[in-house]
């Protein structure tokens, strides 16, 4: 079991890479702004009046967590496009980059809570593997076609 361990981290080893190019941790960096924006006590009430959910910042050492924010301000993004705040406001195309990096980020999100669970086998372990991979050389070639 030591083994499948070693290769969830090492899968959350290559997704914090990624996490770390130029372009990415900008749009991040960016995206953070927004929700610390949005959890300032005006607009936290707006939001959980209207979704009864509010925006989730990340911890920057656990890339799942950023994962949760990207997914929770796109589930926010219709109040927060209506607010019109400057500071909660991101363009038509940074909010297509974080749809193509929450997008990204689901399966090896999943796939991590899967190989950690405490009772996995190596035969759904090896399953799971699998499938990771064939989903993420999906991903690959869509985004190397745009």
């Not at 990624?18 to 941790?25: D, P, Q, T, Y």
């Not at 702004?33 to 920057?60: E, F, S």
């Not at 997008?103 to 499938?131: C, I, M």
Request: hydrophobic share 45%; proline share 3%.
């Amino acid at each position: 079991m030591s083994h499948m361990r070693c290769a969830a981290h090492t899968l959350q080893l290559a997704i914090r890479d990624g996490l770390e190019v130029r372009h990415v941790a900008s749009l991040i960096s960016k995206i953070r702004l927004v929700v610390i924006a949005a959890r300032t006590p005006k607009i936290d009430a707006i939001l959980k009046r209207k979704t009864n959910k509010g925006a989730i910042n990340d911890q920057a050492t656990r890339w799942g967590s950023t994962y949760l924010m990207l997914e929770r301000l796109l589930e926010l993004k219709p109040v927060l496009v209506d607010i019109a705040h400057p500071n909660v406001s991101l363009s038509d195309g940074q909010w297509n980059e974080v749809k193509q990096l929450e997008e990204l980020l689901r399966h090896p999100f999943v796939t991590t809570k899967k190989l950690q669970a405490s009772d996995l086998t190596p035969g759904s372990f090896f399953k799971e593997w699998k499938n990771y991979f064939s989903s993420f050389l999906k991903l690959v070639a869509i985004w190397l076609m745009r």
